[in-house]
């Protein structure tokens, strides 16, 4: 069965430092999306891409945020200088253009940022 | 902002017994999704309701989706300890292209032997 990966699986980082969490759609899936969760908190939305353009972003994919399809297989989250409330797991996301929005989650990225 | 409130936060109970999950919005939504969460892995989806007034079954799953597309309802019946898990609902409204979901805070199940 077709699914979403994300690299890597953990991630440790110092504060302020900048990391890319990666992410492979399913190939045929036309939309991606990140999401977060802080531990223990609700999944968040935080940015949806499509057409090789940002569709939809929230207010906590500030100005840090970005995202790219560099190669056509690849979909990163890059966050420029991480805060300490950076810490969470990213959920990587994908969907085809056909059925009632169902996504298909990566197994998630967990970062920590000391 | 549409949200989504879930309820119970937390529920545990003993194999054989039945439990409802709700999830409550005052928004309208195109479709709801369930999703179930391990720890240490990404939401899974377990069903996807779209029609007012729409109930889908899943073995001993039964989901349903409020007359109104503003709240639905996770039945187990049954529950065993394989149920245990996070329990996610996932609304996506009518606008924009990327189709964006909103989640519900969880409910986490823990069904004791």
């Known amino acids: 069965e077709p699914e979403v990966t994300q690299t890597p699986s953990h991630q440790v980082t110092q504060m302020g430092q900048e990391v890319i969490l ?22 968040e939305f935080l940015v949806s891409f ?23 297989s ?7 200088s991480t805060k300490l409330e950076d810490s969470a797991m990213y959920f990587c996301a994908s969907t085809g253009e056909s059925g009632a929005n169902v996504l298909t989650f990566g197994a998630g990225s967990r970062l920590t940022v000391l | 902002t549409q949200l989504l409130e879930q309820s119970p936060q937390f529920l545990s109970i003993q194999e054989g017994e039945n439990l409802t999950v709700y999830c409550n919005s005052s928004s309208v ?13 990404g939401p899974v989806l377990l069903v996807t309701v779209v029609t007012g007034g729409e ?18 309802s996770l039945h187990i019946t049954a529950a065993q300890p394989g149920d245990t898990g996070l329990y996610l609902c ?10 964006q979901l909103t989640f519900g805070s969880g409910t986490q199940l823990t069904v004791l032997p």
């Open chain 2, 29 to 41: 939504f195109s479709s709801l999704q369930w999703y179930r969460q391990e720890p240490g892995e």
């Open chain 1, 22 to 43: 990666r992410c492979v759609p399913i190939s045929n899936h036309l939309y991606f999306y990140w999401y977060r969760q802080i531990l223990g908190q609700k999944v």
């Open chain 1, 74 to 80: 690849n979909f990163t989250l890059k966050i420029r």
């Open chain 1, 50 to 72: 499509y057409n090789n353009e940002i569709s939809e972003k929230s207010e906590i994919f500030d100005d840090q945020f970005s995202v790219e399809r560099p190669d056509g």
């Open chain 2, 90 to 99: 996932g609304g996506s409204a009518s606008y924009g292209s990327a189709r």
């Open chain 2, 55 to 72: 109930v889908k079954k899943l073995k001993r799953l039964t989901f349903q989706f409020g007359d109104a597309r503003k709240d639905s």
